[in-house]
């Protein structure tokens, strides 16, 4: 009989869409801009939330923010928020709204200045992934100074719910951090990945 997977603590407080997460997404390297859109909705919308209450809505956020395309939900009118306020399927907070319309406006006045997200944001971790070594999930740090630099300057551009903690957050989702721990069995894969 196989020996069960080592996982990293957080993933087993939930249910299977969380150890799936933990499993194929979390601390991968994403250098798609459709991709990191859609983790700076989603790590926003989780404020003050779990991220278990996020990832059971997020085929919700799929259908409601166009795919996560920035380039349509930059022309969300009010009209359109107004109805996103009353789906069930996402967290239908107006501010957590309104932040992902004006986002999508500003992560176009992104790509066009750097030719992409993925240029702009790999530039805080020197386009490489930071590798932590951490024994314990208590010993991960809930921001970094490059989460308060990523954080400081899309904030100085006008992006909403990007406080540092979010960022932090948003980086080992996508990869520039690896902050599985060094006992969980996708350290040392997700260590290989640029």
């Not at 194929?24 to 939330?49: K, M, N």
């Not at 259908?63 to 967290?91: M, S």
Request: overall charge positive; glycine content about 6%; proline content about 3%.
């Amino acid at each position: 009989m196989a020996k069960p997977k080592t996982r990293c603590d957080w993933c087993l407080s939930g249910n299977d869409l969380y150890v799936e997460y933990h499993d194929t997404e979390w601390g991968v390297p994403v250098h798609d801009d459709q991709t990191q859109f859609e983790f700076l909705i989603l790590e926003g919308a989780q404020a003050g939330l779990s991220w278990s209450t996020v990832l059971n809505k997020r085929e919700g956020y799929r259908k409601a923010f166009a795919n996560f395309d920035p380039a349509k939900v930059a022309r969300f009118t009010d009209k359109r928020i107004a109805k996103l306020l009353e789906n069930p399927g996402i967290i239908r907070n107006r501010l957590k709204v309104n932040s992902a319309v004006t986002n999508a406006r500003q992560f176009l006045k992104i790509q066009d200045q750097f030719g992409s997200f993925d240029d702009y944001i790999w530039r805080f971790v020197d386009g490489s992934p930071r590798q932590n070594k951490w024994k314990t999930m208590k010993e991960v740090p809930a921001t970094s100074e490059e989460s308060d630099a990523l954080s400081k300057d899309l904030k100085k551009r006008g992006f909403k719910f990007v406080g540092s903690t979010i960022m932090y957050a948003h980086m080992q989702a996508t990869g520039l951090v690896n902050d599985h721990v060094v006992g969980c069995y996708r350290y040392k894969q997700c260590a290989k990945l640029k």
